[in-house]
T-cell receptor, first 113, second 114 residues
Framework: DAKTTQPPSMDCAEGRAANLPCNHS???????VYWYRQIHSQGPQYIIH???NNETNEMASLIITEDRKSSTLILPHATLRDTAVYYC??????????????FGKGTHLIIQP | NAGVTQTPKFRILKIGQSMTLQCTQD?????MYWYRQDPGMGLKLIYY???????DKGEVPNGYNVSRSTTEDFPLRLELAAPSQTSVYFC?????????????FGEGSWLTVV
C-alpha cells in the first residue's frame, strides 16, 4: 500500500502557483519525501525531495510541515507543459530496506490556459 | 551518461510467445527495478535487484523473470505472453550508497499481447 495520500486531480490557471498537497502521516524519521511527475506515459521525472527542511530548486519548492506528516509541492508559475500526474513518495534515501518505490495514483494536475 | 536505456520501445507479441525487455544503466547504480503501468493506473513493481546476482519479487511478479549478471543490465523476461501483460514497462535505477539520491527511469517499453 502507498504510504501517501494525494487528491486525485487539481486544476490551476496558467501563470499561477500550483500547490499540490500530500499526506504522509506514518512517515519514519529516516524517510525522505520525494516528488516525481509523469507526463503522458513518459518515464517518471524527478522533481525534488526533502527530509525535514523546505527545499527549492529550479523546478519547484517543497514545503514540509514541522511534524513531517504532510507536505506541499509548489510550482511557482505553472505552464501548460506542467500538466501531468504528480506522485508524492516516501522512502529511505540510502541503504536500509530493499523495497522499491511505492507509487499511488498521484494527482492529475491540469493547467488551464 | 545515457542514464537508463530500455529496448525495445514498442513490441507486439502473440499469445504464448516469449520475449526479453532490455534495460541498461551507465550510472553504476546498485539498485534496479522493473515496473508496469496499466492505463490510468500507477506503477506496480514487478521485480527488483539490489546488486549483481541478487533479485527479488515485487508486487506483481507472476509471468515474469529477471536476472542481474552485471551491475549495468537488468533484463525482464516474459514467458508465455498473455493479454493481461499488455502494459507499459518502466525500468529504473538508483544508488543507495549516497544519501538523498534519486531514482532514474527509462522512457518505457510499450508491449501489446494479441
Amino acid at each position: 500500500d502507498a504510504k501517501t495520500t494525494q487528491p486525485p486531480s487539481m486544476d490551476c490557471a496558467e501563470g499561477r502557483a500550483a500547490n499540490l498537497p500530500c499526506n504522509h502521516s506514518t512517515i519514519s524519521g529516516n524517510e525522505y519525501v520525494y516528488w516525481y511527475r509523469q507526463i503522458h506515459s513518459q518515464g517518471p521525472q524527478y522533481i525534488i525531495h526533502g527530509l525535514k527542511n523546505n527545499e527549492t530548486n529550479e523546478m519547484a519548492s517543497l514545503i514540509i510541515t514541522e511534524d513531517r506528516k504532510s507536505s506541499t509541492l509548489i510550482l511557482p508559475h505553472a505552464t501548460l507543459r506542467d500538466t501531468a500526474v504528480y506522485y508524492c513518495i516516501v522512502r529511505v534515501a540510502s541503504g536500509g530496506g530493499a523495497d522499491g518505490l511505492t507509487f499511488g495514483k498521484g494527482t492529475h494536475l491540469i493547467i488551464q490556459p | 551518461n545515457a542514464g537508463v536505456t530500455q529496448t525495445p520501445k514498442f513490441r507486439i507479441l502473440k499469445i504464448g510467445q516469449s520475449m526479453t525487455l532490455q534495460c541498461t544503466q551507465d550510472m553504476n547504480h546498485n539498485y534496479m527495478y522493473w515496473y508496469r503501468q496499466d492505463p490510468g493506473m500507477g506503477l506496480k513493481l514487478i521485480y527488483y535487484s539490489v546488486g549483481a546476482g541478487i533479485t527479488d519479487k515485487g508486487e506483481v511478479p507472476n509471468g515474469y523473470n529477471v536476472s542481474r549478471s552485471t551491475t549495468e543490465d537488468f533484463p525482464l523476461r516474459l514467458e508465455l505472453a498473455a493479454p493481461s501483460q499488455t502494459s507499459v514497462y518502466f525500468c529504473a535505477s538508483i544508488s543507495t550508497l549516497t544519501t538523498g539520491n534519486t531514482i532514474y527511469f527509462g522512457e518505457g517499453s510499450w508491449l501489446t499481447v494479441v
